[in-house]
């Protein structure tokens, strides 16, 4: 029996335990990592997957600007551990946690990653939306989302992390 539930503050460290051992240096050195510096995750967005109170899987967003300063959210990190993979959950968590997004009124969603696995869920190339980031050396792996109609529309310029009010985390968990 699993659930997928908003990330509580109890469970911050297994979660940072759980990405660290799924993207190893990937989780501090990357440019999707860049933009997360100095920053928090977008509050209501924090998902995690427990199975039998066992965490096994967890994602999470953070805020970005686009261009001029159109706001956008970022996913990731995104991880299922090792003996949980391939069960669907990962497929479970990204649709869960972008219908929250849209339903909390976000519009736009960027990631770094692998097409072929984010695709499905509607995730675009950007690079030939002029949307970009300057220090990605695989620019293909740059991709967005709109969750609302023409959120991308006439929409261009380079991504960078957002920085919101810091909240503790009793209050972004509240
Ligand atoms: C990537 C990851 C989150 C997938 O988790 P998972 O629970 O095994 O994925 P699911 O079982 O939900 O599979 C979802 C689908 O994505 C596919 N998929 C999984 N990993 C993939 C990858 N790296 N590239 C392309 N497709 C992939 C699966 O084959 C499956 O396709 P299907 O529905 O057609 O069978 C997991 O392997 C992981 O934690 N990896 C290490 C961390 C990482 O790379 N995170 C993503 C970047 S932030």
Known sequence: ????????ASDRTTVEDLARLSLGNRLTDSPAARM?????????????????????????????????????????????????????FARML???SLDRAQSLG????VLI???ALYERYGFVPAQPLGITVPDIEDRERLQVLA???????????VVRGDTIPSLGDDRLLA
């Open 1 to 8: 029996m699993f659930s997928i539930i908003e990330e509580r």
């Open 36 to 88: 997360r510096t100095g920053t928090d995750p977008v509050p209501g967005l924090s998902m995690i997957v427990l199975e039998n109170d066992e965490l096994v899987g967890t994602i999470r967003f953070w805020p970005l600007l686009i261009g001029s300063g159109t706001k956008a959210i970022q996913l990731g990190p995104m991880a299922i551990h090792p003996d949980h993979r391939g069960r669907g």
């Open 94 to 96: 990204i649709r869960y």
């Open 106 to 109: 976000h519009r736009i969603a």
């Open 113 to 115: 990653g692998d097409h």
């Open 147 to 157: 969750l609302a109609p023409g959120a991308l529309d006439g929409l261009s310029g």
